[in-house]
């Protein structure tokens, strides 16, 4: 029997934790089974953390926070030595983002408007595992990073200094109790409904036999954003709402534009005045279709085009779980705002269609018209790391989701 992996926010009436963590393992043995084994390791004190157990506090026991944790395996793994499964149809070239330019910066993916930003040389996202915690404290996610140092370091050759793993990165993050987003607007309004969900991001059984061991399963990619609100507060609220597609205050999406250039948006909503992410308003909460070409631009027409059935790859629709992140920075203001995007879809060519194709994400990093953009905009979002992995579907009797490809018993 196999189901999907904790950590993936999809049932009706589930919502993810408030704090996120995500760490990048990088292999430091080339040997696929010294790798497996050395994460069969990381999994149980991760299954024990999630009971409130500290190794290093034997016979106690603390608050979990309601942690859980998921594993994803990235195309690098597929390199080690005694892989026994082949590489996921959905690693392949077409699903990895460009490395960043020698000097700094370069195109995520040829013909993405999403930029690496100046000061990133190296993507740490592409490494060989991927680890994602999420909990209702911020103690249980950070505990995570720590607790995983902790266990690599006792485990460390004598000689070596060294495990077979050891974290390349982590990121963490945090959902805001406002349903909105550091630009402002009110976020994630377009998500996918519950019932469509898990039809979007579980991998379907077809007749390639060797992708067999992957369904069940989901694809996850991983997108550290940076939003520049200097850019973002230098535009009139009027620009600000046909880039997004929405009414900056209530949220409801935009059908037209008055004479002088006013977004108009759609008559009678909210409902009763609700706000536009309570139930009632999930039947107008979706943008409609529009012929205005200055709102055919706007991220919310691009990343959405209205194509029925969900799980029809063509749609672009994915399942996003976003965390908001802020952390210090040398440069002004002083610090960086943005977004830790987590998508979990059935391929990661829904993804990577829709931030490439023109119509949908292609040429613009956000919304707008890619051929009048400023230069400022262009920069409103830019990438500090990316990855997509496969996250392997839980099978009875196996030491930890995907042990099988390395290995494992």
Not at 110 to 115: C, E, T
Not at 367 to 385: H, I, K
């Amino acid at each position: 029997m196999t189901q999907l992996q904790e950590g993936i926010y999809h049932r009706p009436g589930k919502r993810p934790g408030r704090c996120f963590a995500i760490l990048f393992l990088r292999a430091r043995s080339t040997d696929a089974r010294e790798v497996g084994e050395c994460f069969a390791r990381l999994w149980d004190m991760y299954e024990g953390l999630k009971r409130g157990e500290l190794r290093d506090l034997p016979g106690e026991t603390v608050k979990p926070g309601d942690l859980t944790i998921l594993v994803g395996i990235g195309p690098n793994a597929f390199r080690l030595t005694g892989m026994t499964r082949p590489l996921p149809a959905g690693l392949g070239d077409r699903a990895r983002f460009l490395s960043p330019k020698p000097d700094g910066g370069g195109p995520l993916l040829r013909g993405a408007g999403l930029s690496y930003a100046v000061d990133v040389r190296e993507n740490p996202a592409t490494e060989e595992l991927v680890v994602q915690a999420i909990g209702e404290s911020e103690l249980a996610v950070k505990r995570v990073v720590v607790e995983t140092w902790k266990l690599l370091q006792d485990i460390a050759d004598p000689q070596s200094a060294s495990a077979p793993l050891e974290t390349r990165t982590f990121y963490l993050g945090f959902q805001r109790d406002d349903g909105r987003s550091w630009i402002d607007f009110h976020d994630g309004v377009s998500n996918l409904r519950s019932e469509e969900r898990e039809a979007v991001i579980v991998i379907d059984p077809t007749n390639v036999s060797d992708q067999e061991w992957t369904f069940g399963g989901t694809y996850l990619a991983f997108l550290r954003l940076q939003v520049d609100l200097g850019v973002w507060r230098g535009l009139e609220r009027r620009e600000q709402e046909l880039l997004v597609g929405r009414d900056k205050l209530t949220g409801c999406p935009l059908v037209s534009l008055r004479e002088d250039g006013t977004p108009v948006a759609l008559a009678g909503c909210p409902i009763g005045g609700r706000p536009i992410t309570a139930t009632e308003n999930d039947p107008i909460a979706e943008p409609p279709t529009v012929t205005d070409e200055r709102l055919l631009r706007s991220h919310i027409q691009r990343a959405n085009h209205h194509v029925p059935s969900p799980e029809d790859p063509s749609t672009r629709r994915v399942f996003r779980q976003g965390y908001e992140f802020l952390e210090w920075s040398p440069s002004a203001p002083g610090f960086r705002a943005g977004l830790n995007f987590v998508s979990f879809q059935d391929t990661s060519i829904r993804l990577l269609s829709m931030l490439t194709q023109p119509g949908w994400l292609g040429g613009t990093n956000f919304g707008g018209d890619p051929a009048t953009q400023s230069e400022a905009l262009r920069r409103l979002l830019l990438v500090y790391a990316g990855g997509v992995f496969l996250v392997p579907p839980v099978q009875d009797g196996e030491r930890f989701p995907g042990a099988a490809a390395f290995g494992l018993a």
